[in-house]
């Protein structure tokens, strides 16, 4: 009997605790691809939210939405991400660090590497990527990544991550 | 050797030292032979003498002062004294636009040399949020270069905690930290805006 209750016991806090071990937490990952160039044509208004920031950021007088794409991966996942010009971003998070996520980046010329980057992010910050030559201006990449992860003031915390990539 | 036609033609040369030094032996050695041609010899040299003593060279004392006492006296039309006056308005004037352009690029320059450490110590007194770039652990394609406007510090320490090389950056703060870049552009630009938290990493396309 206490052996059935042991099982009974041990099985019930298993399927408590399982959705958090067997499904790995997902990270959102939002790629937009901008045409920035000086056309004297404006923010394109699908840019409402970001237009201003690329408005600070840089100079240039027409910001073109080229195209969006979001996706959600879970940790350790790598996402691919086709972008404008035969280009391809991988984007693989691997960790969350406080209330950052750790992520390693790789822009390809069609088959070719042109930067890699091991990066935190913090949660629901924005990396910008630019400068590639794209039709009459220039390529902006703008990457932001999304989690449900607990803020934590203290970066030396330790990290909260389904697998430690280090 | 010469004969007396055309030593006679060198005669008058030869009084005045204008010959060459062989036609000069030449002509001498026949003088010294010739009657005539140098009793011609001595009829030029009595010619010049006569002709430079005929000659008065007036005085000329006092004559440069006496131009230009003619000169002063001398009434300058109107219309030359204007063009005179425009003249010299004009060189003043290019003067002085010439010692405030300068002074502007001094300035300018002054300007853009020292703003960015103007906003840095700014940034830095307000703790304001930073890009962090970590020395990549592999071997970077290129090194990683920072805008004159950004905030990126790159540092050796692989510590996140350690890294901060500046005093008031607080790591908890950073919108990005950026453990490792390798690019093949070598002018690769990293910096951040606090105001927005946005990191940017620029890839010049060479």
């Given at each position: 009997m206490a052996v059935t209750m042991a099982f009974a016991v041990a099985a019930a806090g298993r399927v408590w605790a399982g959705p958090s071990l067997a499904s790995p937490q997902k990270i959102g990952v939002r790629v937009d691809s901008v045409l920035a160039s000086d056309?004297?044509?404006?923010?394109?208004?699908?840019?409402?939210?970001m237009g201003p920031r690329l408005q600070s950021l840089f100079s240039y007088s027409t910001y073109h939405l080229v195209s969006h794409q979001e996706r959600q991966t879970p940790m350790g996942t790598l996402l691919s991400f086709d972008l404008p010009g035969g280009r391809i971003l991988h984007i693989e998070p691997h960790a969350i660090e406080g209330d950052m996520i750790a992520m390693e980046l790789v822009l390809f010329q069609g088959e070719r590497p042109v930067m890699t980057t091991d990066l935190k992010l913090r949660n629901h910050g924005v990396l910008i990527v630019g400068g590639p030559r794209y039709e009459q201006g220039m390529l902006i990449i703008s990457i932001g990544a999304d989690c449900r992860c607990p803020r934590t003031a203290?970066?030396?915390?330790?990290p909260i991550t389904p697998h430690s990539p280090e | 050797m010469k004969d007396c036609e055309q030593i006679s033609l060198l005669l008058g040369p030869f009084e005045d030292g204008e010959l060459e030094p062989h036609e000069m032996q030449e002509v001498a050695r026949h003088l010294a032979t010739c009657k005539p041609c140098e009793e011609m010899l001595g009829d030029y040299a009595s010619i010049g003498r006569e002709l430079r003593d005929i000659i008065t060279i007036p005085p000329l004392t006092g004559f440069a002062a006496g131009v230009n006492a003619r000169i002063a006296a001398r009434r300058i039309p109107l219309r030359e004294r204007i063009g005179e006056f425009f003249e010299s308005l004009n060189q003043r004037w290019a003067a002085a636009f010439a010692m405030v352009s300068m002074a502007g690029a001094v300035a300018v320059v002054t300007a853009l040399v020292l703003t960015p450490y103007l906003r840095h110590g700014v940034t830095g007194l307000q703790n304001a949020p930073m890009a962090k770039v970590e020395s990549p652990t592999a071997p970077s394609l290129a090194s990683t270069t920072t805008d004159e406007s950004s905030h990126a510090l790159v540092s050796s320490d692989e510590e996140p905690q350690q890294m901060?090389?500046?005093?008031?950056?607080?790591?908890?703060?950073?919108h990005a930290v950026i453990r490792r870049l390798e690019s093949e552009i070598p002018t690769t630009a990293v910096w951040s805006e606090p105001e927005n938290g946005t990191t940017v990493i620029w890839l010049p396309e060479q």
């Open positions: 056309t004297h044509e404006g923010i394109d208004t699908q840019l409402t939210p203290d970066m030396g915390a330790r | 901060a090389s500046s005093p008031n950056m607080n790591p908890g703060d950073s």
